[in-house]
């Protein structure tokens, strides 16, 4: 462990504990928790949130990948988030996956997809209508969710990994949130040290130009994308992120919806979403869930 993963951890912690503090399980939602969905239960496991007035009915599900500086992170930070969009009438899919630097890339995207292949196996149990999939992720869970679409959708991007995308699987759509999606170590523009630090971290090579193509996502969007939700807000650090991903999906041709929340007088902050007391992360979420259900049957 580096004293760069020990601080991430430490501070970001200490933010979520105050953004969590007092929440509990909503009444109106049923939780299966800590369910392992992989070979290593310290790190793979998952829980699923429902409506409760939803009762046996197969539902659209929506699959989590959070965020956290690719170090940081589990189910327990978002599961209020999570039960947030479960109470819009999905079934939402929230899991612990493998971080960095203890697993190396592509350890995340091998979960996620682990993740994915369970919710089309458990679909009867859970009450999981597999023919309205969709994800969301933030940060670097927005990057993990990103690059999982591509992969999902190019088949020679998809071709560079060792795991397959399961049989029958379709991204119906995806949201990002105050996401990454063009990682550069240049020392200009809005990358730093921290991002190189980060990248040592989370890449095998320590961020090799072949590496650093691979997690890119800019260069492996196709026309086959999923249609995208994207978001971001004035006191985002990433928020140059956004207008960039704008430009390739238009340039692909795939449709999307870009949304900036807050103003100069009230900025907003990276990942405010997942505060879910805030005005504005219920208008976001409910937003999202909005375009979501354009894909699905629930009014």
Not at 54 to 59: C, I, Q, V
Not at 70 to 89: F, H, I, N, S, T
Not at 200 to 223: R, T, V
């Amino acid at each position: 462990m580096s004293r760069m993963s020990d601080t991430i951890r430490e501070e970001f912690k200490k933010s979520d504990d105050v953004r969590d503090a007092g929440y509990r399980t909503p009444e109106d939602v049923v939780r299966c928790d800590d369910i392992v969905y992989g070979a290593d239960a310290a790190w793979q496991t998952l829980d699923v949130y429902r409506p409760k007035q939803a009762e046996s009915r197969k539902l659209p599900v929506i699959v989590s990948i959070h965020g956290g500086g690719w170090v940081y992170g589990d189910k327990e930070r978002y599961q209020y988030y999570c039960m947030d969009l479960a109470r819009r009438g999905f079934a939402v899919v929230n899991f612990t996956y493998r971080l960095a630097p203890e697993f190396k890339y592509p350890a995340a995207l091998e979960d996620a997809n682990s993740v994915f292949a369970w919710v089309l196996a458990n679909a009867e149990e859970y009450g999981v209508d597999t023919g309205h999939i969709f994800g969301v992720g933030d940060s670097a869970g927005g990057h993990y969710m990103s690059l999982y679409a591509a992969i999902c959708t190019n088949p020679d991007y998809a071709a560079e990994y060792a795991f397959r995308v399961p049989e029958g699987l379709a991204l119906k759509a995806i949201a990002l949130n105050c996401g990454v999606y063009d990682i550069s170590l240049k020392e200009d523009g809005d990358t730093d040290g921290q991002t190189r630090l980060l990248m040592a971290e989370l890449l095998p090579e320590q961020g090799s130009e072949k590496e650093l193509q691979m997690i890119n996502l800019f260069s492996h969007i196709s026309g086959n994308y999923p249609p995208v939700f994207f978001m971001t807000c004035p006191g985002d650090f990433l928020k140059n992120q956004a207008a960039g991903l704008a430009e390739v999906l238009a340039e692909k041709n795939v449709p999307f919806v870009y949304r900036m929340y807050g103003n100069g007088e009230n900025p907003l902050k990276h990942v405010f979403h997942c505060d879910i007391k805030m005005e504005e992360a219920q208008l976001c979420n409910e937003e999202e869930c909005r375009f979501f259900r354009t894909f699905c049957e629930i009014s």
